[in-house]
């Protein structure tokens, strides 16, 4: 069993700086790609950033400049590096890892964290 936990949301104003950070722990043999999306009330679900197992990385444009993701992979953890926030950035954030166990490799989310940036 895997599990990804998340942490680091919260309420910040225009402008302002936060990190998200998602630990997984369990049953792992590797983490493949790992990454970040959210989900704005009454939106779809979109992709935020990805970051590959070789620290290659994606962002949506509506965060290039802004958002930076990373990785520690000796903790099997994913950071959201997040500046310059807007009111546009609120949303609850998932992270997401794939993860090879010992005989399958399967996508897992984390519970969600609540990012609201308001003044």
């Known amino acids: 069993q895997v599990q990804l936990v998340e942490s680091g949301g919260g309420l910040v104003q225009p402008g302002g700086s936060l990190r998200l950070s998602c630990a997984a722990s369990?049953?792992?043999?590797?983490?493949?790609?790992m990454g970040w999306y959210r989900q704005a009330p009454g939106k779809q679900r979109e992709l935020v950033a990805i970051?590959?197992?070789?620290?290659?990385?994606t962002y949506a444009d509506s965060v290039k400049g802004r958002f930076t993701v990373s990785r520690d992979n000796a903790k099997n953890t994913v950071y959201l590096q997040m500046n310059s926030l807007k009111p546009e950035d609120t949303a609850v954030y998932y992270c997401?890892?794939?993860?090879?166990?010992?005989?399958?490799?399967?996508?897992?989310w984390g519970q969600g964290t609540q990012v609201t940036v308001s003044s």
């Open positions: 970051i590959t197992s070789g620290s290659s990385d």
């Open positions: 997401y890892a794939v993860i090879e166990g010992r005989a399958a490799i399967t996508q897992y």
């Open positions: 369990g049953n792992i043999f590797r983490i493949h790609n």
